[in-house]
């Protein structure tokens, strides 16, 4: 059974794995250019290739932040979501989802995914949120997502019978369309009527210099997926997407907050009938 917010049972933590420092991982190198401290020397020089390559892409990860918390907060206050899976989660950033969310739903109930080990070594900073919700940690991964939906953490913590929002932040990007959209697609057909799906992912529609980032990328090891507007759109057939539709990031509800930036990152969200 998955345990109260803010006290986690040691059961709940794998020993930590293999970190493989000598190379560059997604999670640090994001982490790293967002200002983090949880990278190493092999994530650091990769980060400077990539902001070299081209700078924008600490504009578009600072974008990517932003666009969730207003996510967060739109389905959360408008939507009335009280339910949040949440896919890819990375290095643990305050304000993480659940602290966004149980601002206006002390109640709420967020169940965090990730299968990278530098992830579950800061779960424990993920399982912290107001005591009238819940929070769990699944180690699993996207490629998998019987062994999501069927983990005793997701489905002690989640009710299939209400609305639950799907959250893939700066995910799919990481997987091959051949695999992404099916995997999306098998987690949404999971949900109950009235769910959501979030979603954000690169592109280069925006910034022909993109291409040389995801070079770079695929030399450091991190596959990045570049997609066009229209391909994005792909990913919420047959859903009703949310106004304005697939946007820019900084450009979908920005409020009095818009980022006048190059960004090379689509978003959007949208509900399921």
Do not use: C
Not at 160 to 178: F, G, R, Y
Not at 182 to 209: K, M, N
């Amino acid at each position: 059974m998955a345990h109260a917010a803010g006290r986690p049972s040691s059961d709940d933590f794998l020993p930590i794995a293999i970190l493989h420092t000598e190379q560059a991982h997604s999670a640090r190198l994001y982490d790293y250019i967002l200002g983090g401290k949880d990278n190493y020397t092999a994530d650091r020089v990769a980060a400077h290739k990539l902001l070299r390559a081209w700078p924008g892409v600490k504009d578009s990860m600072l974008a990517n932040r932003a666009f969730m918390h207003r996510v967060a907060t739109f389905l959360a206050q408008e939507a009335g979501i009280r339910q949040f899976l949440d896919i890819g989660t990375g290095i643990p950033i305050s304000p993480n989802l659940h602290e966004v969310v149980q601002r206006t739903a002390p109640d709420a109930r967020i169940v965090y995914v990730d299968n990278d080990p530098i992830v579950l070594t800061h779960a424990r900073a993920l399982l912290t949120g107001a005591p009238q919700g819940r929070t769990a940690y699944v180690e699993a991964d996207m490629r998998r997502p019987e062994t999501i939906l069927t983990a005793p953490a997701f489905t002690d913590t989640l009710d299939l019978s209400e609305p639950i929002a799907l959250t893939v932040i700066a995910m799919v990007h990481l997987i091959a369309d051949e695999d992404a959209f099916p995997l999306v697609d098998r987690l949404v057909q999971a949900l109950p009527s009235g769910s959501y799906l979030a979603l954000s992912t690169s592109t280069a529609d925006t910034a022909p210099e993109m291409h040389e980032v995801a070079r770079l990328s695929r030399e450091e090891g991190i596959d990045l997926q570049l997609r066009s507007k229209e391909k994005v759109e792909e990913f919420f057939q047959g859903m009703e997407l949310v106004e304005p539709g697939v946007q820019l990031i900084n450009r979908w509800r920005p409020g009095t907050e818009v980022v006048e930036a190059d960004i090379a990152m689509y978003g959007g969200v949208a509900r399921k009938p």
